[in-house]
């Protein structure tokens, strides 16, 4: 029978989310503990023997006792075999006296299916009489030049039969971004060489394999289970595993998230483009995206009108909706004949320069050129 795993990391509990006003911090903070939440009822509907937190299951090493209690509750709704928690960097086992840890350990205090590993030595459990050895890597501090996980390879060749799983957080080279060196970085053939049937992975916030589902891989990187800001580009992540001797031998994409960031970058030139803009934005699902709209081009007077109106219809339907818009003003007829002498200059070339078809912008960039020279 193989060994079932749920495996997930940077939940971050306790990000403040600052930069939204209060009542949508909140909504984005509810997301967070809701989305740990269905993924220990994701791991019980599936039977998964091992609950995984690969890192950064808190954003911070000091966060509320409350925060700590409302996550440990959840932590305890698994009803496998262990529930495996290793710090990550921005929740790094500095020592006993860590905050958060001191007071995580209090909370699971008494829970023996709770496994908080803060030292890097292997933890071996039983599984329909098959033996399963962990060994996790946690992070000593919040950077690190040095990869944590030097000691496995040796220490998975001593641990004899069963199935060997290493747990480790920290940056991969040719999947996130570490130019300075600063996040454990870890060396794909290093990983792979370490005498382990896969390793569990946190840090980089997008899921690796990068295919929803599949047979084998040397190591998966979780991404986190709900999407946190504009640069998350997927609907939140983790990862269900079936582990059997020496090999991963099927892995499925989970999606806990219920939250969607979504950027808008797009030019507009025309009435059309705006309706085509509102009809995209209208067939999101509003309640819970955060909209960021940076529109570019030139517009008519009424067409931005038609525009602002748009947004402003959208706006009360969306989570959050912003607008970093950059529309230029595009001369239109009636525009030429309000600002324009009939029958002068000007006037005489806008007019032909608006029924160039082949070049759209021409008018404008002459009005603008026109409006420039007039300055006084």
């Not at 290493?166 to 600063?182: F, P, R, S």
């Not at 990068?210 to 939140?236: K, N, Q, V």
């Not at 008519?300 to 339907?317: C, N, Q, T, V, W």
Request: charged share 25%; with cysteine.
């Amino acid at each position: 029978m193989p060994v079932r795993i749920v495996h997930t990391a940077d939940t971050h509990i306790g990000l403040p989310f600052r930069r939204y006003p209060a009542d949508v911090a909140r909504h984005l903070v509810e997301e967070r503990y809701a989305a740990l939440g269905r993924l220990v009822e994701a791991a019980n509907e599936r039977a998964a023997h091992f609950f995984v937190v690969a890192g950064d299951l808190f954003d911070t090493t000091r966060v509320k006792a409350a925060d700590i209690d409302r996550t440990s509750a959840l932590l305890r709704g698994f009803a496998g075999t262990a529930v495996i928690v290793v710090p990550g960097n921005h929740d790094h086992f500095a020592g006993p006296e860590t905050d958060v840890w001191k007071r995580f350990g209090k909370a699971i205090e008494g829970d023996a299916h709770i496994d908080l590993l803060v030292e890097p030595a292997a933890r071996s459990y039983h599984v329909d009489g098959q033996a399963v050895h962990f060994f996790p890597c946690p992070c000593p501090s919040k950077t690190g030049r040095e990869s944590t996980i030097g000691w496995v390879a040796e220490a998975a060749c001593e641990r004899g039969e069963g199935v060997r799983i290493g747990i480790a957080h920290g940056n991969v080279t040719g999947l996130g971004l570490d130019a300075e060196g600063q996040y454990f970085n870890m060396e794909p053939e290093a990983l792979e060489s370490a005498g382990v049937a896969t390793w569990l992975l946190g840090h980089i916030h997008v899921p690796f394999p990068t295919t929803g589902s599949g047979e084998r891989s040397p190591y998966f990187m979780a991404g986190t289970p709900t999407p946190d800001s504009l640069r998350c580009r997927h609907a939140g992540s983790a990862w269900w595993i079936e582990c059997d001797g020496d090999r991963v031998t099927r892995y499925e994409r989970l999606s806990p998230g219920r939250m969607t960031f979504t950027r808008l970058d797009q030019e507009l030139v025309s009435a059309d483009d705006v309706a085509a803009l509102v009809r995209r934005c209208e067939a999101f699902d509003a309640g819970s995206t955060i909209l960021d709209l940076q529109l570019s081009g030139r517009l008519s007077a009424a067409e931005k009108a038609e525009l602002g109106a748009g947004i402003d219809r959208l706006r009360p339907r969306f989570l959050s909706l912003t607008d970093e818009s950059d529309i230029h003003d595009r001369i239109d007829a009636a525009q030429i004949e309000a600002r324009y002498r009939s029958g002068g200059l000007a006037h005489r070339l806008l007019t032909s320069l608006l029924e160039d078809a082949e070049h759209p912008d021409a008018a404008t960039l002459a009005h603008q050129l026109i409006e420039k020279v007039a300055q006084p």
